[in-house]
């Protein structure tokens, strides 16, 4: 296919060292004037760690068309800010393919294309959240249908960037280190659906409340497909902080209690509002009679009031005071 390859065996691309017994490219000090990478079609792992290349255009590591060999590629570190359509082009057997902490803002839809033997991508600590929100775009590829192992650690996630498991054959989705605060209901809908996928989620706040219903039972009931549900942990509310998800009680989370609660307080309100409205309607119509017992209150008073004063005039009369004297 290649008409270079007979002459090209034996040459090692720029700034890499070569170690043809291994079938190992090491490019420590790769650069982006080092892209598109001149790969020898020997190499089945390509070592480019720690580098420093801010973006993967199409074919990247298909400078000359050529179908490589490469089955495991290792890119993490490099400050890769942008994933182009097409980047992986000619690595039909690649296996692993090694993300991790990069600075990704952009992943094109078509960024995985052509990648039919993928097992293994690894995106930890690596997705900015515009690059989260292209994911499930670029993981819906048609090219990933062998797709075994996610790993998604430590992005900041507050949603699973999978629009469908269909079209992958996952069995492990690594979303630990994130931020989710629960499990959407579609998407424990989805897992129920694929048994044989394991996901792993220690070191996420989850919001231990009804929103967690869902979720709560899925966990409950399908413990083998989250081996590191011990390690579950609530965030949220206070009083519930650091308290294990499975060692929550089912009413913790029972969504219909928390309705219930709050439709008895609004039909408590309601009864007060009746009993203040009846009191109010009550003194309305008795307004003559109250008038009457005001006046009648104020009469008596009067009199006490005279009788005390006529009291007093006579105890302070002088000529009754000499007449004692
Ligand atoms: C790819 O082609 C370039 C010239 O276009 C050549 O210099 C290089 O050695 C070739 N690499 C391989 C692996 O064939
Ligand atoms: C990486 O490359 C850019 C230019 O492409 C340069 O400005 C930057 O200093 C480099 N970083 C490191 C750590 O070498
Ligand atoms: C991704 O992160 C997880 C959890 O920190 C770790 O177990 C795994 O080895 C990481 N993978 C890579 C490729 O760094
Ligand atoms: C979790 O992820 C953050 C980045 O979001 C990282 O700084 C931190 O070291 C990670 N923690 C663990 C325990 O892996
Ligand atoms: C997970 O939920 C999000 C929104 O909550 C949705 O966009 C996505 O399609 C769901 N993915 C799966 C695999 O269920
Ligand atoms: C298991 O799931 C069913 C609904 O599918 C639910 O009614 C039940 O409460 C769950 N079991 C536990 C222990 O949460």
């Known amino acids: 296919i290649c008409p270079f390859v007979l002459c090209c065996v034996h040459h090692c691309p720029r700034s890499c060292t070569c170690a043809e017994d291994s079938a190992t490219v090491s490019c420590p000090e790769w650069r982006d004037g080092d892209v ?5 079609v020997w190499a089945s792992t390509l070592d480019a760690r720690g580098g420093n290349v801010s973006a993967l255009p199409a074919g990247a590591f298909c400078s000359n068309g050529t179908e490589l060999e490469l089955v495991s590629l290792l890119l993490s570190r490099n400050g890769i800010r942008a994933i182009g359509a097409h980047a992986f082009l000619g690595l039909p057997r690649l296996e ?4 991790s902490y990069n600075r990704l803002r952009s992943v094109s839809a078509d960024a995985f294309h052509g990648l039919r033997e993928l097992r293994y991508l690894y995106l930890n600590g690596t997705l900015g959240a515009s690059a989260a929100a292209e994911l ?4 819906a590829s048609d090219s990933l249908r062998n797709l075994l192992r996610l790993e998604l650690s430590g992005n900041r996630l507050k949603t ?11 069995h492990a989705l690594v979303l630990t280190n994130n931020s989710l605060e629960t499990v959407a209901g579609e998407n424990v809908t989805s897992l129920g659906e694929f048994r044989s996928l394991r996901v792993y989620l220690a070191l996420n706040p989850f919001r231990c409340a009804c929103e967690l219903q ?11 497909q989250c081996p590191d549900m011990h390690r579950l942990l609530c965030a949220q509310p206070d009083e519930r902080r650091g308290q294990q998800v499975e060692k929550l009680r089912r009413e913790d989370v029972e969504c219909a209690s928390a309705e219930l609660e709050a439709v008895s307080y609004v039909f408590l309100g309601i009864v007060l509002a009746l009993i203040g409205v009846v009191f109010l309607m009550v003194l309305y119509l008795n307004r003559g009679g109250i008038k009457r017992w005001l006046n009648n209150i104020r009469e008596a008073c009067r009199d006490q009031m005279e009788v005390y004063h006529y009291r007093y005039e006579q105890d302070s009369d002088p000529r009754l005071a000499n007449v004692a004297v």
């Open 36 to 40: 598109p990478v001149d790969v020898p």
């Open 96 to 99: 692993l393919l090694d993300l």
């Open 136 to 139: 499930p775009g670029a993981l």
């Open 160 to 170: 699973i960037p999978l629009a469908s498991f269909e079209t992958l054959n996952l």
């Open 214 to 224: 869902a979720f709560y039972h899925w966990l409950k009931n399908s413990s083998q």
